[in-house]
């Protein structure tokens, strides 16, 4: 049956050819469309199985949380500028509209317009779905891309809600700080809530988020302290008295990090991370603001990282480096060709067979799977090494036929009888290979099954369908000019012929060739047992990325990585028992939530006592509008006091290692171990002392500052009951949907995640123990580590099991399989020792080749048996002179398309190919090696049995 199909399409082929370029002219037109409409996503959830619960968890959050998908503005530099930069660019984001498309949605709204027009003013259902999807078209113009910039606090809430958000205890501590809105009572209240809520008290600074408090406490008392020293050069305005007052009860503002060298801005915008060409346009659009306001602010440095900017720099790296790596796979592939057919027209048939069978693999892939992902994304490349076999053995095939002096019609039928079988049966093998990672839980793993084995028989389907035609048409020509010049046609050897002395020297000395094979292959299995995996997913992503290297900024800057982790909950009161869960694990720096916003009614009710202490004192208060100069002593004293406490501050945070806290008390106060530090402090004291109208200066400050401070007290003094409806919309779309019926806790981590494999493993297991539904990229990222490794296993063991059944049904004896595949185990072993021999790691990329090489290495074995069975005994030479120079050109070509990869900016695609270059070099040389080796071992052995030289030397059809 089989030799019947391949007899009829070398008879198609020979005897209509321009039929076929018709017939498969339209198939490559359709194939086409198909392609055209490929997208891609480099997102790690798209490599997950798409029902687990982490990625259910994970989509759900993208879909129904804005603050999920963000873009942000990492700016750097001294703090006012920074400010500013923030000030000016804020609302220039807000203002970014997509109008790209709106000729588009215009023709699309005019179209339904008009569809509207024409149906039954009775048909309501469908009028109403034609409106409803005008409006949605509608909404698509001029669309406004973010809805909200986040880079300081919402204050207004604050002073409505202050002192309620307060822990009844630290209330209790603190509440004198809001009795005395004049400066030498509110300085005294100030040294007495220190010295109950921190001086002496361990525990006061013991959790990351008592730590940031207290940081932000000391920086209000800094801003304080420099608005007074403002005061006595007499520039202090009410707008810097106004500040340090808020400064003082709501802390800083900005976003700012700890040293105030740099300030993050949050973009949310209008759509989510799943609209493709909205995120690319709205971070090419923020990065032109940017740009341009980085001439008016040349002293500032700004940058953008968030998961926008992740997405649009892997989305643009990846389009360029499959673009050179295919480029550079073309051109190399072509020269070898063209130096080993010593021709060029061929080898330019079968790249151009390659380059039709690549858009029929894609078309293909978009009727399998719609969309590439971050594994997918290579399937040019692949495709490029591995489908040029097929044409490089049909182009072997046929030119030797021809310059042996065959006719075309003979040398056409000679290709399809005798190689196609091997291509056909090397096409299977790897394509089973391929397809066996269907069986694979990950999304991931299964779709590059699919794609590359569907794309592998799509381009196997071409070089039978349209290399043929290309070859014939050439031939013809070629015969009619030989005719009309009455010429003969010269035979031509275009073998390689040291191919086959070689196989000969090691098949006559196969004792030595099998035991030197076999040493070398102990060496590599001992080198292949010591290599290591790489944990760390930044190993694997672009070096120089500046929305990567932005992360590490943010992380030593603020001390938190923004690879967060997120958990949903379903009531606010569950959110709140997660959060509090999540803040008392080590691995933990930061636990942001709902309920820091929302005290229950009980922690409502115990604050409110405290709270209407304060109003009562606060409306006893008398705004003085002078200091009298017999208070300065006074002021002095409690100036005093005041460095005296904060230095306690900072000996306890250094001695429990609180850097943060320490730092700032160093702004302050000096550092105890630099002889040449001030203490702002004794300035401010010293100033005070040698100016002789020091009271009427403070007491300009106290007329700008008491009446402020008194009035916001009293505004935040408010003990309403705070509910959901009251929280301000951002701080709503922040942590809640929009029905507000589901609520986000975000997890920040406490360390950076991918260089401290423990700390990451510590960070996911600290999780689980909070929630199995936590998501985000460490537990996504660890459960595809897991699942890969196991899909791995069980697709190694698929593949090796039906490579070896297809082997034995095409040689029909299960010894020939077991021959076929010796060169295949020998250079899995052989590329594993050589990876770590030259250095390298597995990682979760480069590790899918171990499955894939079993696939692509079994090709040598298996056309050199086909060979070596229709030879016979005594012709190694031959085999390997012919076959041989097949299967050294498809090891280079390969090698070649995968070490095109090695030089993709994504160093996890640049290991993929390595590995795999690795591996099919590996596997060639196996087979040089131990196929003559072994073959010279069976041929000898037979010499003494005639009636098995029949067996070795039988010819299948």
């Known amino acids: 049956m089989r030799e019947k199909i391949l007899r009829r399409l070398a008879d198609l082929h020979a005897q209509h050819p321009w039929r076929m370029l018709i017939f498969v002219s339209l198939l490559t037109i359709l194939f086409m469309i198909f392609a055209g409409q490929l997208t891609t996503t480099m997102r790690v959830s798209d490599l997950m199985p798409e029902k687990h619960p982490r990625v259910v968890a994970f989509n759900k959050v993208i879909d129904e949380f804005a603050a999920a998908t963000n873009l942000t503005v990492v700016v750097q530099g001294d703090e006012h500028r920074i400010k500013a930069f923030a000030d000016a660019l804020a609302p220039r984001i807000l203002s970014l509209v997509d109008s790209s498309q709106n000729e588009k949605w215009r023709q699309e709204i005019a179209a339904l317009d008009k569809k509207l027009a024409r149906l039954d003013a009775h048909d309501t259902e469908k009028q109403a779905d034609i409106v409803q999807e005008i409006r949605q078209k509608q909404r698509r113009l001029d669309f406004k891309l973010f809805q909200r910039v986040d880079y300081k606090t919402d204050t207004e809430f604050f002073k409505d ?139 500032v440095s700004a940058g953008l990282t968030g998961s926008i900017a992740r997405e649009h720099d892997e989305q643009v790296y990846a389009e360029q480096s499959f673009s050179y790596s295919t480029i550079i796979a073309f051109v190399f592939i072509l020269f070898i060709l063209v130096f080993s057919f010593r021709m060029w027209v061929a080898p330019l048939f079968a790249m151009a067979t390659l380059f039709i069978g690549v858009i029929w693999a894609m078309g293909a892939a978009w009727l399998a799977v719609q969309q590439l992902n971050m594994m997918t994304a290579m399937m040019a490349v692949i495709l490029l090494g591995l489908g040029i076999d097929f044409a490089i053995h049909f182009v072997a095939s046929f030119t030797e036929r021809r310059a042996a002096g065959d006719t075309i019609d003979a040398s056409l039928e000679h290709t399809f009888l005798k190689s196609v079988k091997g291509i056909i049966t090397g096409a299977l093998t790897t394509a089973c290979a391929f397809l066996t990672l269907m069986i694979s839980e990950t999304r991931g793993m299964r779709e590059l099954g699919i794609v590359i084995g569907v794309g592998l028989l799509a381009i196997l389907l071409a070089t039978v369908l349209v290399l043929p035609i290309m070859l014939v048409l050439r031939e013809r020509r070629i015969d009619k000019k030989i005719a009309l010049c009455k010429k003969t046609r010269k035979k031509r050897d275009i073998s390689f012929r040291f191919l086959g002395r070689l196989a000969e020297h090691f098949s006559g000395s196969y004792a030595f060739t099998l035991g030197f094979a076999l040493v070398i292959t102990a060496i590599l299995i001992w080198s292949a047992l010591q290599i290591k995996y790489d944990h760390n997913m930044m190993n694997i992503e672009p070096k120089g990325l500046q929305s ?95 460095e005296t406490n904060i230095i306690e501050m900072q000996d306890m945070a250094f001695l429990g290692g609180q850097d943060k806290v320490d730092n700032a008390c160093k702004t ?227 090698m070649f398309a995968f070490g095109s990869l090695i030089f993709s900016a994504f160093r996890g695609w640049a290991s993929f190919g390595a590995a795999l270059t690795i591996g099919v070099g590996a596997c060639f040389l196996t087979s040089i090696i131990f196929l003559p080796g072994v073959m010279g071992f069976l041929e000898r052995k037979v010499v003494h049995q005639p009636e098995k030289v029949r067996e070795v030397e039988e010819i299948e059809a």
């Open 161 to 299: 809600h202050m002192l309620m958000l307060i822990k009844a205890g630290d209330l209790n501590n603190t509440k004198e700080l809001f009795m005395d809105p004049n400066l030498v009572g509110l300085i005294r209240n100030l040294n007495n809530s220190m010295e109950k809520e921190y001086v002496g008290q361990q525990q006061s600074i013991s959790t990351r988020e008592k730590e940031d408090g207290a940081v932000a406490f000391i920086g209000g008392i800094e801003n304080l302290i420099e608005t007074l020293q403002l005061s006595m050069d007499d520039h202090v305005t009410p707008n810097a008295a106004q500040k340090a007052a808020d400064k003082l009860l709501f802390g800083e503002p900005y976003m700012l990090s700890y040293d105030r060298s740099a300030l993050v801005m949050i973009g949310i915008p209008h759509f989510t991370i799943m609209d493709r060409d909205l995120l690319l346009i709205a971070a090419v659009q923020v990065q032109e603001l940017v740009d341009d306001m980085l001439q008016e602010f040349p002293d």
């Open 668 to 894: 302050i106060v000096g550092d105890p171990e630099n002889p040449d530090a001030v203490s702002r402090v004794q300035q401010l004291i010293a100033e005070i002392e040698n100016a002789s109208n020091a009271a009427p200066l403070l007491s300009q400050f106290q007329r700008f500052f008491a009446p402020y401070f008194k009035n916001t007290v009293l505004r935040m003094s408010t003990t309403d009951p705070i509910t959901l409806s009251d929280l301000p919309v951002s701080v709503l779309d922040q942590y809640s949907n929009k029905t507000r019926e589901k609520f986000l806790v975000t997890v920040y981590p406490a360390g950076p995640l991918w260089e401290d494999k423990e700390f990451l493993e510590r960070f996911n297991a600290d999780l689980d123990r909070v929630s199995q539904r936590a998501t985000g990229s460490a537990p996504l990222f660890t459960a595809l580590i897991s699942i890969f490794a196991r899909d791995g296993r069980n697709a190694v063991l698929l593949t090796v099991m039906l490579v070896f059944a297809l082997l034995w049904i095409d040689f029909r004896k299960p010894q020939y399989a077991l021959l076929a595949m010796i060169p295949l185990a020998a250079g899995i072993f052989w590329m594993v020792g050589l990876m770590n021999l030259v250095g390298m790691q597995f990682n979760f990329v480069n590790l899918i080749g171990l499955p894939l090489i079993i696939g692509i290495g079994i090709d040598d074995g298996v056309h050199l048996m086909h060979r070596w069975k229709i030879e016979g005994h005594g012709h190694m030479r031959t085999v390997f002179a012919g076959t041989g120079k097949a299967i050294l050109l498809t090891s280079l070509t390969t």
């Open 548 to 642: 990567i290297a932005l992360q590490d900024t943010v992380l030593e800057k603020f001390d938190l990585s923004l690879e967060s982790s997120l958990i949903l909950a379903n009531s606010v009161q569950e959110s709140r028992e997660l959060a509090e869960k999540s803040k008392d694990k080590s691995s933990v720096a930061l636990v942001s939530d709902i309920s820091a916003y929302l005290p229950t009614p009980r922690e409502q009710a115990e604050r409110a006592p405290h709270i209407m202490e304060i109003k009562t004192a606060m409306h006893r208060a008398t705004v003085r509008q002078d200091i009298a100069p017999t208070r300065l002593p006074l002021l002095i004293d409690e100036l005093d006091r005041l």
